[in-house]
């Protein structure tokens, strides 16, 4: 009988180029062309202003981790929900219950609440003391 090779770590990203991996490499390469672009065509205030902040933003997205998931994945995440839309809707109906159906012939249940013991404070107390012991009666035997 032949034997396979399991390949194993499939879900790690190959490293492409040194310890980065192909989209690693690709938001520093696009970091790095927004601010080569913003340096021969913005102003020098402009360019403090606007390229930091996206070039920030892309080397996050190559390396920064939310939870323990890729900075992409949660931005992607964040985006789809703001974007998409949603509605959200409840409306009580007054005087219409749910019920199961019952068969034909079976009389009206009586409602539990008149069956129910009411329990007060020192009878829940004498009720949980009691549990207790009986636990740790039961612990002994």
């Given at each position: 009988?032949?034997?396979?090779?399991?390949?194993?770590?499939?879900?790690?990203?190959?490293?492409?180029?040194?310890?980065?991996?192909?989209?690693?490499?690709?938001?520093?390469?696009?970091?790095?062309?927004?601010?080569?672009?913003?340096?021969?065509?913005?102003?020098l205030v402009l360019f403090?202003?606007?390229?930091?902040?996206?070039?920030?933003?892309?080397?996050?997205?190559?390396?920064?981790?939310?939870?323990?998931?890729?900075?992409?994945?949660?931005?992607?995440?964040?985006?789809?929900?703001?974007?998409?839309?949603?509605?959200?809707?409840?409306?009580?109906?007054?005087?219409?219950?749910?019920?199961?159906?019952?068969?034909?012939?079976?009389?009206?249940?009586?409602?539990?609440?008149?069956?129910?013991?009411?329990?007060?404070?020192?009878?829940?107390?004498?009720?949980?003391?009691?549990?207790?012991?009986?636990?740790?009666?039961?612990?002994?035997?």
């Amino acid at each position: 009988m032949q034997q396979y090779q399991v390949p194993q770590f499939i879900m790690v990203e190959d490293r492409i180029i040194g310890p980065l991996t192909l989209k690693q490499f690709l938001y520093l390469l696009g970091a790095a062309a927004i601010g080569l672009i913003g340096w021969s065509l913005l102003h020098l205030v402009l360019f403090l202003v606007v390229v930091p902040p996206i070039a920030g933003f892309l080397v996050a997205m190559a390396f920064a981790k939310v939870n323990s998931q890729s900075f992409p994945t949660v931005v992607f995440n964040a985006a789809s929900y703001f974007l998409k839309p949603r509605l959200y809707l409840w409306r009580r109906v007054e005087g219409k219950k749910l019920q199961a159906p019952r068969p034909a012939g079976a009389k009206k249940p009586e409602p539990m609440l008149a069956t129910l013991p009411k329990f007060t404070e020192s009878k829940l107390n004498d009720l949980a003391w009691s549990l207790d012991i009986k636990e740790r009666l039961g612990d002994r035997g």
